[in-house]
């Protein structure tokens, strides 16, 4: 008799013990959508993020800020200017040599939306030089790379194998 009461309340203690879990996602409001090296692509708009393993694809996992970590990349790209920031930073080159990257990354691009503040930069390489502004960007863009690469989600991803040619 013991044993029918212990199998029939251990579902309901289970369902009491999981309403307070850890695992619910945290609200995003501020919303970040970072496109950066060739495919990594962080998307709080929908809650994932993408590694690129390089020779075997891509992973894409469940991927959400703290509530900290969204103050904490507010408060970096308010005090960067983010939100005043060109919508695009092209080298444009002045005389007829111009440089490249080999193999090229692509396009970068980092949007943040945060209430009515909605703002999209794009990039691309080579990266500008003596430009506070584009520094400021690479700046915001290392602080949230070092914000993703410290989460248990990230750290749990398989390492990239090869490299681009």
């Known amino acids: 008799m013991k044993r029918v009461i212990f199998v029939l ?3 309901f203690y289970l369902l009491l013990s999981c309403q307070n879990s850890s695992l619910e996602p ?5 919303q970040i959508y970072l496109k950066y090296n060739y495919n ?3 998307n709080t708009f ?9 020779e075997d694809g891509v992973i894409k ?10 103050n904490k990349i507010l408060k970096k790209a308010n005090l960067l200017n983010f939100f005043l920031m060109p919508d695009t930073f092209i080298h444009n080159f002045s005389d007829s040599i111009a440089a490249s990257i080999n193999p090229d990354p692509g396009e970068q691009i980092l949007r943040i939306k945060y209430k009515s503040n909605d ?11 003596d430009n506070a502004q584009f520094n400021n960007l690479l700046e915001l863009r290392g602080f949230i790379i070092t914000i993703i690469e410290s989460k248990p989600e990230y750290k749990n991803l398989p390492p990239a ?3 681009y040619i």
């Open 9 to 11: 309340l251990l579902p």
């Open 40 to 42: 990594n692509v962080l």
């Open 26 to 30: 945290e609200e995003q409001f501020v």
């Open 119 to 129: 703002k999209s930069t794009l990039w691309t390489y080579p990266p500008l030089e």
């Open 161 to 163: 194998e090869g490299g």
């Open 46 to 54: 929908d809650n994932t993020f993408q590694k690129d393993l390089v």
């Open 61 to 70: 996992v469940k991927f959400l800020f703290t509530e900290e970590e969204q």
